[in-house]
């Protein structure tokens, strides 16, 4: 099984929009609502952000939000701010009931 | 509060079986979750290596199924047996608490803090 394909970096100043991609196939990204974001400050454990393409846990401020269209997953974050910067990693279950990440991105803010 | 704390060596020799246990406080792994192991190679991104729940059931990366054995130990704990290893298989362990559903399946959390282990001789 390939990795979901992530842009490697993306940047935004504070208060801006930012948006990062997840691309996959019709067996994981595309089949169901199977994908979840996950956010990892350097030298820390990942932590969860949206579940099932578009669910928050508690605790997740509401600029962040997940959509998906076909094949194609995206985690929007809104009103940047300097704590958001981190590696951000997309993960869909797949019907060979197994679970794939993506190669994450990096996000600065500038 | 459920925690959950990797335990194991550090430094596994080449072709030697690699062992860790998790140990879950604050939840009992009976509970209705699932309870995984994901790895991360440092400077490199996280790869799934399976799951599994208290009835045995288990989810396993297709592409180290042959190698990895993860089961349900004693005093809420389970446990990652990863054999034949490589360099390759140098990276953090991090053990975490699973939820899977009929259509999906995600780290919940929380996650451990997390282990490095070193394959080399």
């Known amino acids: 099984q390939s990795a979901l394909t992530q842009p490697p970096s993306v940047s935004g100043s504070p208060g801006q929009s930012v948006t990062i991609s997840c691309t996959g196939t019709?067996?994981?990204?595309?089949?169901?609502?199977?994908v979840s974001w996950y956010q990892q400050p350097p030298g820390t454990a990942p932590k969860l952000m949206i579940y099932e393409v578009t669910n928050r846990p508690s605790g997740v401020p509401d600029r962040f939000s997940g959509s998906r269209s076909g094949n194609t997953a995206s985690l929007t974050i809104s009103g940047l701010q300097a704590e958001d910067e981190a590696h951000y990693y997309c993960?869909?279950?797949?019907?060979?009931?197994?679970?794939?990440f993506g190669g994450g991105t990096k996000l600065t803010v500038l | 509060q459920v925690q959950l704390q990797e335990s194991g060596p550090g430094l596994v020799k080449p072709s030697e079986t690699l062992s860790l246990t998790c140990a879950v406080s604050g939840s009992s792994i009976s509970s209705g979750y699932f309870w995984g192991w994901i790895r991360q190679p440092p400077g490199k991104g996280l790869e799934w290596i399976g799951s599994i729940y208290y009835s045995g059931s288990t989810y396993n990366n297709p592409s180290l199924k042959s190698r990895v054995t993860i089961s349900l130990d004693t005093s809420n704990q389970f446990s990652l047996k990863l054999n034949s290893v490589t360099a390759a298989d140098t990276a953090v362990y991090y053990c975490?608490?699973?939820?899977?559903?009929?259509?999906?399946?995600?780290?919940?959390?929380?996650w451990g803090q997390g282990i490095l282990v070193t394959v080399s001789s």
């Open positions: 975490a608490r699973v939820r899977c559903t009929s259509i999906s399946c995600y780290v919940a959390g929380p």
């Open positions: 019709s067996s994981d990204v595309g089949s169901y609502d199977r």
């Open positions: 993960s869909s279950y797949t019907t060979s009931t197994s679970v794939i």
